[in-house]
């Protein structure tokens, strides 16, 4: 055996343990989803969907009573009409949010896609700054953790919701726990009752036992291209949470007064049925690739974070590379080990919004699913990557054998 499959064997059993106790997690998840699909009685006729206006859609509905109940919610809107986790985020937000009010984002400035939500100027048509919303955040102490006192002391009487992002996106930062966010909420609430706590929970859904609505959000966004889709839902998004607020928030996505009764499904509800059905073992599976990531990369010398030990709550695992090379060929070669577009070679360049070039691996099967194995990063010091996804174990796996295999060819291990 070669060094390189040497080193992946040596680190599979010493995740084992950890690899183990996540089965126990997939399990408890798929459990609620089946007991859901169970007690909603879930039968063909529900896949069928309709065209035009999307009266009686009972498929439709019947999924988001599923989505109502496994996130623990009074309400749910799961749509293909809603684009993207960014559209679910901001259809949330921009229907929860009136002129004069404050948002206030506590984990830190938030995910780079809601750049423009918030916006610069009054100039910028449609954002917040335009709709005279004020934005506000507070930044987290050492990256890990909330700073209470400066969230207590920034809440102003206008200070209408509080934004919560579970995963760390693509920042450097931690991303926060349910046990976390589930502290910070019950401190904000006793002395705050009625502000409305969001939480984005794009890549965190089924990493951990709990979902943000049970440990006292009020609402939650995320997308179906991501965890809750199961790597089948070939677009979509979903917004959980109190029965009042998604009123609002399908009245922004639809029409007032029309809300969730319109919206053809189509043929899009089998993939986010069979999706949601698969997604508690994808994410697992994705989050042991990432473990063994950790562990392979650690052994040779790269930080990882978060390390293969650490409690997980989402998806992304970075890396820092050394150099240049290093980082640009580790790209290289996950896009080689792609289902599709395997020969494709990812070069850096610039992308509006970036200052830096960027690079990405992303042979997925749908266009940007990140549950599927992607990995990208910045091409700067401190040439940090962020690897996500893997809707198979074995596919992680292959992609290090792989990156490891042309290491040691070119001397690099
Ligand atoms: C991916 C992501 C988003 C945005 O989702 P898109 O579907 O890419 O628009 C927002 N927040 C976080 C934390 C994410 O990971």
């Given amino acids: 055996m070669t060094h390189a499959l040497e080193i992946i064997k040596q680190s599979e059993i010493e995740i084992e343990p950890l690899v183990k106790q996540n089965k126990q997690i997939a399990y408890d998840n798929f459990k609620k989803v089946m007991q859901s699909f169970n007690d909603h009685s879930v039968m063909e006729s529900d896949f069928t969907g309709t065209t035009g206006y999307g009266y009686d859609d009972t498929g439709r509905d019947k999924l988001e009573d599923i989505y109502r109940d496994i996130f623990k ?18 259809l949330s937000l921009l229907s929860l949010l009136e002129r004069g009010d404050e948002l206030l984002y506590i984990t830190g400035w938030p995910y780079d896609t809601l750049e423009k939500v918030i916006g610069d100027s009054e100039e910028d048509v449609g954002s917040m700054k335009a709709l005279g919303i004020d934005f ?3 930044d987290l102490i050492d990256d890990k953790a909330f700073d209470i006192d400066a969230i207590l002391n920034n809440i102003k009487d206008n200070t209408k919701v509080i934004g919560i992002q579970r995963s760390r996106g ?7 726990t349910i046990e976390q ?8 609430k006793e002395r705050h009752p009625n502000i409305i706590v969001f939480v984005d929970n794009c890549y965190g859904e089924f990493v951990e036992r709990r979902e943000p609505i049970e440990v006292g959000a009020d609402i939650a966004a995320g997308s179906l291209i991501k965890n809750p889709g ?11 949470g109190r029965k009042d607020l998604i009123e609002r928030v399908s009245y922004r996505l639809t029409v007032p ?32 690739g990432a473990l063994l990531t950790s562990h392979v990369l650690t052994k040779l010398g790269y930080r990882t974070d978060p390390l293969f030990d650490e409690t997980r709550t989402d998806l992304i695992q970075s890396i820092q590379f050394n150099t240049e090379e290093e980082m640009i060929s580790f790209i290289q070669m996950v896009q080689s080990a792609s289902p599709v577009n395997s020969k494709f070679l990812p070069i850096p360049d610039l992308i509006p919004g970036y200052q830096h070039p960027v690079i990405m691996a992303a042979g997925t099967f749908i266009q940007g ?18 690897m996500q996804g893997g809707l198979v174990y074995e596919h992680v796996k292959y992609a290090l054998e792989k990156v490891l295999t042309h290491w040691s060819e070119k001397g690099i291990i």
């Fill in 73 to 90: 919610a009074e309400d749910a809107l799961v749509r293909a009409q809603i684009i993207s986790g960014t559209h679910a985020i901001s």
């Fill in 257 to 288: 007064g029309i809300g969730k009764e319109m919206g053809a499904s189509l043929e899009v509800l089998l993939d986010m049925y069979q999706g949601l059905f698969m997604a508690p073992h994808a994410v697992i599976e994705s989050l042991n």
């Fill in 170 to 176: 693509y920042s450097t930062r931690k991303s926060l």
């Fill in 230 to 240: 199961g790597g089948l839902a070939k677009m979509g998004g979903y917004v959980v």
């Fill in 136 to 138: 506000n955040y507070v």
């Fill in 369 to 386: 699913a990140s549950l599927e194995l992607s990995a990208d990063g910045p091409v700067r010091e401190p040439y940090i990557a962020f």
């Fill in 181 to 188: 966010i589930e502290a910070v909420i019950k401190t904000i």
